[in-house]
C-alpha cells in the first residue's frame, strides 16, 4: 500500500525557532512536494525535488528551505519561524502513469503554529 | 499561475440526495485529479482523467473531463455522512513538475 508519512501530526513552536518537518515516502517515487493549505487559499506548493539532491522552488518559498539527502526523505524547514507560518503542512509523492498523468499521494499532514 | 474555481465552495446535504460539484478553468489541461481530504488528513486520490470528454465511475462517484479538457464534475448519488469532506480538482498541463494546479475546494457535509 501507498504510504506517505510524516514526522508530527501536531506542532507547535515559538516566533524565532528552527523547525524541521520530515517526509518519508516508501514507493520509491522520484518526485517529491511540500504544500502548505490554509482557508480560503487552497494548496501551495513551496518547494519540491526531482531527485536526491535535487530541489527547486515552488510558489512561496520565502522563508523556507528543504533538504533532500536520500530518495525516500524530504525535509521542510523554517529557519525562523513566524506567526504567518502557521498553517497545514502537507507532503507529497507523485509518480508517472502510462500516457503522461500523474498519481500524487499525501501524507497526513503537520498542522504547525507558531506562536 | 493557473486558475481552478470550483463551485460551490460549500455544501450541506441530506443523506439520499444527489449531487454535483464543478471544476472550471479558462486553461486547458492534459489531465485532472480529483481528491477527497477529511478533517485532519492529507488529500487522496479519486480519479484521474486524461481524455477529453472521459467518464469514470467509482460506485456512486462519476467523474466527467470536459470535452475541451478545461472543466470537470464530480457528481455523487445518493450521499452517504461518509462522503462528507473537502473535494479538490488539481489539473496539470505541461511538462515539469511543477504543473499541477489546485482548486480551493468544495466543503461537503452530508447530514445524517
Known amino acids: 500500500d501507498v504510504k506517505v508519512t510524516q514526522s508530527s501530526r501536531y506542532l507547535v513552536k515559538r516566533t524565532g525557532e528552527k523547525v524541521f518537518l520530515e517526509c518519508v515516502q516508501d514507493m520509491d517515487h522520484e518526485n517529491m512536494f511540500w504544500y502548505r493549505q490554509d482557508p480560503g487559499l487552497g494548496l501551495r506548493l513551496i518547494y519540491f525535488?526531482?531527485?536526491?539532491?535535487?530541489?527547486e522552488k515552488g510558489d512561496i518559498p520565502e522563508g523556507y528551505s528543504v533538504s533532500r539527502e536520500k530518495k525516500e526523505r524530504f525535509s521542510l524547514i523554517l529557519e525562523s519561524a513566524s506567526t504567518n507560518q502557521t498553517s497545514m503542512y502537507l507532503c507529497?509523492?507523485?509518480?508517472?502513469?502510462?500516457?503522461?498523468?500523474?498519481?500524487?499521494?499525501f501524507g497526513p499532514g503537520t498542522r504547525l503554529t507558531v506562536t | 499561475t493557473q486558475l481552478l474555481e470550483q463551485s460551490p465552495q460549500f455544501l450541506s446535504i441530506q443523506e439520499g440526495e444527489n449531487l454535483t460539484v464543478y471544476c472550471n478553468s479558462s486553461s486547458v489541461f492534459s489531465s485532472l485529479q480529483w481528491y477527497r481530504q477529511e478533517p485532519g488528513e492529507g488529500p487522496v486520490l479519486l480519479v484521474t482523467?486524461?481524455?477529453?470528454?472521459e467518464v469514470k465511475k467509482l460506485k456512486r462517484l462519476t467523474f466527467q473531463f470536459g470535452d475541451a479538457r478545461k472543466d470537470s464534475s464530480l457528481h455523487i448519488t445518493a450521499a452517504q455522512p461518509g462522503d462528507t469532506g473537502l473535494y479538490l480538482c488539481?489539473?496539470?498541463?505541461?511538462?515539469?513538475?511543477?504543473?499541477?494546479?489546485f482548486g480551493t475546494g468544495t466543503r461537503l457535509t452530508v447530514i445524517p
Open positions: 488539481a489539473g496539470a498541463n505541461s511538462p515539469g513538475l511543477n504543473n499541477l494546479f
Open positions: 525535488s526531482y531527485d536526491v539532491k535535487m530541489k
Open positions: 507529497a509523492s507523485r509518480t508517472f502513469r502510462t500516457g503522461g498523468s500523474y498519481e500524487q499521494y
Open positions: 482523467v486524461v481524455t477529453g470528454g
